[in-house]
């Protein structure tokens, strides 16, 4: 790890055992390569990772205007050292939320066959009325760092992922990462949107799994989207319950003034009223984390679809490949007896213009042969592809299964957790006006 | 909380008003014995005595000398302080004092614990049976320990549906003790029409007095149906009240209109032939509306305008308030409504995950109900208070205004008397002791309504409260 400048804020500490460093090649079958201890121990077990700060800076984007942007602090620390009780500067640089993307980006065509974890929105969406949509209010800012962080310890913690070398650099290499990132290439791998649709619709023999993975991955995209929609809605109406109440403390304060026996008591109920009504605020605030939580799985679902969608892509490029393989077998059928058996140009012409020569004809064949062979040859890789892809695919689906599953389950239980507080709190003010009410007479 | 002493007033001439004459104040010793006397009384003479002195209240100021007429006489009133009155026996008074006395004799089993001299032992009759009634009654805290002897309910409504038209008649249920009344428990039924006649004739024969208000003849809000449960309902809980408070009421209770609505069978025959033997009364007991101006109005009973004025205004506002915050809540519910059933489709997807999204789903289907009952509760129990108490204000304002007239009546008296200097000094002394006598039922009435409103106001808050409560409760029930 390089060194760098020493900050004064230190990161936060997360406890995880030493992690493996390796270099990931593109596709499965090369061996790991560069790895440094064993396989199998993601990242973060042996590197502690965060995001602790955001910072605002100006400068020159690309079209050489002024911008403000917002960066982000990643401060890494490998585990061993805290483990010995040294508490070490951690090694930290900082990032912009566009080089996140970057990053994502790449992963995602390296590693088409993982459900590869999501980002923070890029803008605010889903904002219910007192909440700012603009990225650089402050809670925002904190919001997102909180999921950038969420982000590179899931990373991290992937046991595919986190041996990605690119990925390491991103957490240590503070110049010039982005060339590295361009050098790979991968950009040229990406798949186009057009291919990728054309294959949805052309897939002849669709694998039955992931077509329930495709509706499911639909799903719940549908119905969480339909969740945050309506949840900001009901956080919106909530907090003008709540808000209005507080006209209540306001009154009773004008009421008390003019009340003898009653003043005390009101004065006091209206005071309860104010700090009801300013309760909202915090309530609100957590909520926002529920609804994150929520927003990571939707776009979860986003990146299992595209998983899906690879698969499409594989499928259709193995059936084209066996198309064009059965076809051109039938070319050399023909060419070789001479029979034209379905009605083609070929037939067309040699009919019109006369056959070829038996010279043409050989030339003709040799070459189909070789195009058979190379054919069958990628019938062979692409059945070959297909197959360990459905097969890293799904166990990569499963894990995913899993960690939705746990990980609602607890959102779940915070969001009831969240609710019952709300409510006991409720009843504390309203108990508390209720002693006052009932001092204001004897 | 004891009454307030009436300050003296500016206008009132050498006598404070301990000094007045106060029919009522009769000696004390007289005083002391006469309950177990009246309460045991059960001879037919004595009954008719007193009810004869129900039936002509104001006729004996008639017969002062000098007295004039138009000054509002109302019933034989109780004493305004707790403190010894002198007794001066003015000869104008003196006929009156007899018949007064053994009214007095009532007045003092009652209890009411309105100021009544504290040389009264009160001895308690035993109030008609029912614990049940009792405990529909809202007691006041003074109350506790007192008892009553007049319990009256309104209940059961019922349609009536005749060829002219159709209307709802209401069960009034009264138990009682004294012995104005031949029995000791009525049944009849009664329309708002009734109920209307008899705050008018409240309102005629004291006029001195906050007459509890009605519920609105015509509810303008909204689209109305008469005969809609809720409305009934609403209206019913409104007339229960309102003859609860005159029953509490140590004076209006007594009031000869009271008793015929509680007791008669027909009302309706009353009614007409009431007419002309009340409308003589009410004639003399009707004001000269404005002419007079006020020299100066004592201090006191300008704040009370202007306490009334501002509490009006805050009690609007706060009935703003609440209507804006159930508007709200019926918002919110109304996406609550939306958001469980999205949990709920969720769970349609989901395998492991099914059931604790169901669960949300539930849960925030139960915050649905209870916040729909919470809603309902505040617009039934809680809004219609605060204009109940809006009109009741206006009643006040009403008796505040009369007394002012009194005030200025009794003023350009004063100097009609300081040009004729024919009168003599009792003259004023009348004018004066009706306007003191005023200002102490309105201070006592003050003194008694704010305790009443407090203890009305923490009824219903804890009301609310606890409706508050009970909501969160069920959001508690959430995970």
């Not at chain 2, 804006?324 to 519910?333: G, H, S, T, V």
């Not at chain 2, 009794?410 to 040009?419: C, D, G, M, P, T």
Request: proline fraction near 4%; include cysteine.
């Amino acid at each position: 790890m390089r060194g760098s400048e020493i900050l004064e804020r230190m990161a936060d500490s997360r406890s995880e055992d030493v992690a493996v460093i390796g270099n990931t090649d593109l596709s499965a079958a090369d061996p790991h390569n560069n790895t440094m201890t064993e396989e199998g121990v993601p990242l973060l077990k042996t590197m502690e990772i965060s995001v602790s700060e955001a910072e605002k800076r100006t400068g020159k984007n690309a079209v050489s205007m002024q911008e403000v942007y917002t960066v982000y602090l990643i401060e890494t620390r490998p585990v061993n050292t805290i483990s010995e009780g040294l508490s070490a500067a951690p090694d930290s640089l900082w990032r912009r939320y566009s080089e996140f993307e970057l990053l994502r980006n790449y992963l995602l065509v390296t590693f088409p066959y993982i459900v590869v974890p999501p980002l923070p929105e890029k803008r605010a969406e889903f904002v219910w009325h007192k909440l700012s949509a603009d990225n650089m209010d402050p809670d925002f800012v904190e919001r997102r760092r909180i999921g950038l962080e969420n982000f590179l310890l899931r990373v991290a913690s992937h046991s595919v992922l986190s041996k990605d070398k690119i990925f390491y650099l991103f957490l240590t290499q503070d110049d010039g990462w982005k060339d590295v990132v361009y050098d790979t290439g991968f950009q040229a791998k990406a798949d186009s949107r057009l291919k990728a649709l054309n294959a949805t619709f052309r897939v002849k023999h669709p694998d039955k799994r992931y077509t329930e993975l495709k509706h499911y991955s639909d799903e719940l995209h549908s119905v969480i989207s339909q969740l945050l929609r309506v949840r900001a809605k009901v956080a919106d109406r909530l907090y003008g319950v709540y808000k209005v109440h507080g006209n209540y403390g306001r009154v009773f304060s004008e009421w008390s003034a003019i009340e003898r026996e009653m003043g005390d008591g009101l004065q006091s109920a209206g005071h309860h009223m104010d700090a009801y009504a300013a309760s909202v605020d915090d309530i609100l605030e957590e909520e926002e984390h529920y609804a994150d939580q929520l927003k990571e799985y939707l776009y979860y679902s986003e990146a299992l679809r595209a998983v899906c969608r690879k698969h499409e892509l594989i499928q259709y490029e193995l059936e084209m490949a066996a198309q064009d393989l059965v076809s051109k077998k039938q070319q050399r059928e023909e060419l070789a007896t001479g029979t034209v058996r379905t009605f083609s140009l070929k037939g067309m012409t040699s009919k019109l213009f006369g056959q070829e020569t038996p010279e043409q004809r050989e030339a003709k064949l040799k070459i189909l042969e070789q195009q058979i062979v190379e054919g069958e040859e990628l019938v062979k890789t692409s059945n070959a592809e297909c197959d360990e892809y459905v097969r890293n695919a799904w166990v990569d689906i499963d894990r995913f299964k899993e960690q939705k599953n746990q990980d609602l389950k607890e959102a779940l239980i915070s969001y009831a957790v969240m609710q019952i507080s709300m409510c006991k709190k409720g009843i504390q003010v309203w108990n508390n006006a209720k002693e006052c009410f009932s001092k204001m007479s004897h | 909380m004891s009454v307030s002493t009436p300050k003296l007033l500016p206008s009132s001439g050498k006598k404070s008003i301990h000094d007045i004459f106060h029919p009522l104040s009769c000696e004390e010793a007289a005083l002391t014995t006469p309950s177990p006397e009246l309460q045991n009384t059960s001879s037919i003479g004595d009954k008719m005595a007193v009810k004869l002195l129900l039936l002509q209240p104001p006729e004996p100021r008639a017969h002062k000398q000098g007295d004039n007429g138009s000054l509002s006489q109302g019933q034989p009133e109780w004493v305004a302080t707790d403190q010894k009155q002198e007794l001066t026996l003015n000869t104008g008074f003196e006929m009156v004092k007899a018949l007064l006395h053994s009214l007095i004799m009532k007045q003092a089993e009652n209890k009411k614990d309105f100021g009544l001299p504290n040389g009264t032992p009160v001895d308690t009759s035993s109030p008609a049976s029912s614990s049940s009634l009792l405990n529909r009654l809202q007691l006041d805290d003074d109350l506790d320990g007192e008892t009553r002897d007049l319990f009256v309910t309104v209940d059961d409504p019922k349609k009536h549906v005749s060829t002219m038209e159709t209307y709802i008649t209401y069960r009034v249920t009264t138990k009682t003790t004294r012995t104005e009344f031949d029995l000791p428990e009525y049944s009849v039924r009664r329309r708002y029409q009734d109920f209307d006649w008899l705050r008018n004739k409240l309102e005629d024969t004291q006029p001195t007095h906050i007459i509890p208000p009605l519920p609105e003849k015509f509810v303008v809000k909204g689209v109305v149906d008469r005969f809609s449960e809720e409305f009934v309902e609403t209206r019913r809980k409104a007339l229960d009240k309102f003859l609860k408070r005159i029953a509490d009421h140590p004076v209006l209770s007594f009031n000869d209109n009271f008793n015929v609505f509680l007791s008669a069978k027909d009302l309706n025959s009353y009614k007409k032939q009431g007419m002309a033997l009340l409308s003589k009364m009410g004639e003399s007991v009707k004001y000269v509306t404005g002419g007079y101006k006020l020299r100066s109005r004592p201090l006191e009973f300008a704040a009370m305008g202007d306490y009334l004025d501002m509490f009006t205004q805050k009690l609007g506002t706060i009935d703003r308030i609440a209507q804006r915050i159930i508007k709200e809540q019926a918002e919110y519910l109304v996406e609550l409504r939306e958001y469980g059933p999205v949990y709920s489709s969720w769970a349609s997807a989901e395998g492991e995950l099914r059931e604790p999204l169901e669960g949300v789903s539930s849960c925030v289907a139960n915050c649905s109900t209870a916040l729909e009952e919470l809603t309902e509760d505040m617009n039934e129990e809680f809004l219609p208070v605060f204009r109940e108490y809006v009109l009741y204000i206006e009643s006040m304002k009403n008796v505040l205004k009369k007394r002012d007239q009194v005030q200025a009546e009794y003023e350009a008296k004063l100097e009609a008397v300081a040009f004729r200097k024919e009168e003599r000094a009792c003259v004023p002394t009348d004018v004066e002791k009706c306007q003191d006598r005023v200002e102490c039922f309105n201070a006592d009435l003050k003194a008694d309504w704010d305790r009443w409103q407090n203890n009305k106001r923490q009824d219903f808050r804890l009301l609310l409260t606890g409706m508050a409560d009970r909501n969160i409760q069920y959001y508690e029930k959430v995970g």
